[in-house]
């Protein structure tokens, strides 16, 4: 019968081989980056003369990837804790904003943040970049909240009655116990909004923001020559992507305290 193939030694622990693959997924995001920047003078045009623009493009996406990946998590959790909450307005309010929110394109999202939410408030004058992390992090905020509300539904009551019966306050009930197995139950879920934001983060050329997609368009439109621009920048995300998927799949393995996944 045929092994499995290790990458790791055999001895080593779950959380020991999840943070091996986190670093190294880290580390090969790095190099991706730091080889980009580089000079590639072996690489034909117009992607070796341009490599540079690519780099930028691409380390702009990372960002908003990144901040917009943790606002949506902070998002998601006010949401999912409104809507489960016993007080009627506080549900409406966060059921208004996830009807609105995943009833409504993410590109409608980004031009109104950007063109609409400055007439309604003077005062408040965001960048294109700014716009565009605000608008991804209420997106992918409005998925969050569902998952992470599925997950406080499926944390059996007794956890709670028994906690409470211990003296414990519905404070510490909720944070030492309700939360971090609804967390981990909601996690999948997380992880999957997160690559797809990476993805989604390609409407922010919509505004100007120079993020990969726009660094391509920028490129295509002063060489003429879309089949290598497009599939430079395809293949960047796909490497983008699996990246994420690795680190995802090992934070997923560290929370498995109950050895489901291999």
Known sequence: ????????????????????????????????????AT????????????????????????????????????????AALGKTSKWPPLRWIASGYIWVIRGTPLLVQVLFVFFALPVMIPALQLSDFVSACVALSFNVGAYNAEAIRAGLLAVPRGQMEAAR?????????????????????????????????????????????????????RIQAATFQPLPILLTSASIYLLLTTVMTQISNAVERRFDVEGRQP
């Open 1 to 36: 019968m045929a092994t499995a193939l290790r990458i790791w030694p055999a001895g080593w622990s779950r959380q020991q081989r999840s943070s091996a693959t986190m670093l190294t997924a880290s580390v090969i995001l790095v190099l991706i980056l730091w080889l980009m």
């Open 39 to 78: 000079p590639m003078s072996w690489v034909p045009d117009p992607i070796g003369n341009n490599a540079q623009f690519f780099a930028e493009g691409t380390r702009v996406t990372v960002q908003l990837t990144a901040i917009a990946a943790v606002l949506g998590v902070v998002i998601g959790v006010l």
């Open 165 to 217: 019966s211990l003296g414990l306050s519905s404070w510490y009930t909720f944070i030492d116990v309700t939360f971090p197995q609804a967390f981990k139950i909601s996690l999948p879920p997380l992880v999957n909004n997160i690559v797809a934001l990476l993805k989604d983060s390609s409407l922010a050329y919509a505004i100007g923001v120079v993020e990969l997609t726009n660094v391509g368009n």
